[in-house]
């Protein structure tokens, strides 16, 4: 299927929307959006703020993104699917998302265009470098373990499976949905579009952590992980290959 893909960086900046779910990031998303822009005036900037209690909505508004704001604290799938709802209704080809935190790298975004453009795959996972080192023991051993039961569910192995910072086409958001209100939409989006025959890549970016706050319930997301997982091997023999 023809995806109508760019044939230059500078030409894919047009045809893009960078999404940034945020939830009581005031501090940080304004330095965000501004990094995005300068990589150039025709991206196009969405935060969905969803819910925040703090001055995100205003300061992302101020940095030049367009703002669509929750009246209530919905859950990052929730946010997700909102930014995809307005990107469905714009002609733009792809979606770039990103955290508002600060631990993605808005200068990297290049990296998964270009992958895009030279690969064509329908989503660009931004892979981080497992430098142990910087990394927390505990994230070192989720990001694994969660990456493989990702990849079992799906089929195949898919290399950081947790990270945010995606490139994600047109027709994958347009045919895979997802009903995950919380943090597991992301593996629910690589599991479904896996298994409908879309395809996967990674562009290497750099591993970033921050002093951000987690919004991650230490029992009630695990938990919520696991029954993703459950119902995602009994989704994907119903499903797959179907697009």
Request: charged letters at 20%; a positive charge; proline letters at 4%.
């Amino acid at each position: 299927m023809n995806q109508d893909i760019p044939t230059s960086l500078e030409s894919a900046y047009g045809a893009l929307l960078i999404l940034i779910p945020a939830y009581n990031a005031g501090e940080a998303v304004g330095g965000v959006v501004r990094s995005v822009r300068t990589l150039s005036p025709d991206l196009a900037i969405l935060v969905v703020d969803d819910g925040s209690t703090d001055a995100t909505a205003r300061t992302a508004e101020a940095a030049g993104a367009v703002v669509v704001s929750h009246t209530a604290n919905m859950g990052k799938g929730v946010a997700l699917r909102t930014g995809f709802d307005y990107f469905l209704r714009t002609d733009l080809k792809a979606v770039v998302t990103l955290d508002a935190d600060g631990q993605h790298s808005p200068p990297e975004i290049p990296n998964l265009i270009e992958r895009w453009l030279h690969t064509h795959a329908d989503i660009i996972i931004g892979t981080r470098r497992r430098d142990f080192s910087r990394m927390p023991a505990l994230r070192v051993v989720t990001n694994t373990l969660s990456s493989l039961l990702v990849s079992l569910s799906a089929g195949r192995y898919i290399h950081d499976s947790q990270s945010g910072f995606r490139l994600i086409s047109r027709r994958a958001i347009a045919n895979v949905e997802t009903s995950s209100a919380s943090y597991g939409a992301e593996s629910e989006i690589l599991i479904k579009a896996v298994s409908r025959g879309y395809s996967v890549d990674s562009a290497p970016i750099s591993t970033i952590y921050a002093d951000e706050r987690s919004y991650v319930h230490p029992v009630k997301q695990p938990i919520r992980f696991l029954w993703l997982i459950i119902r995602s091997f009994f989704w994907r023999f119903q499903h797959v290959g179907k697009k």
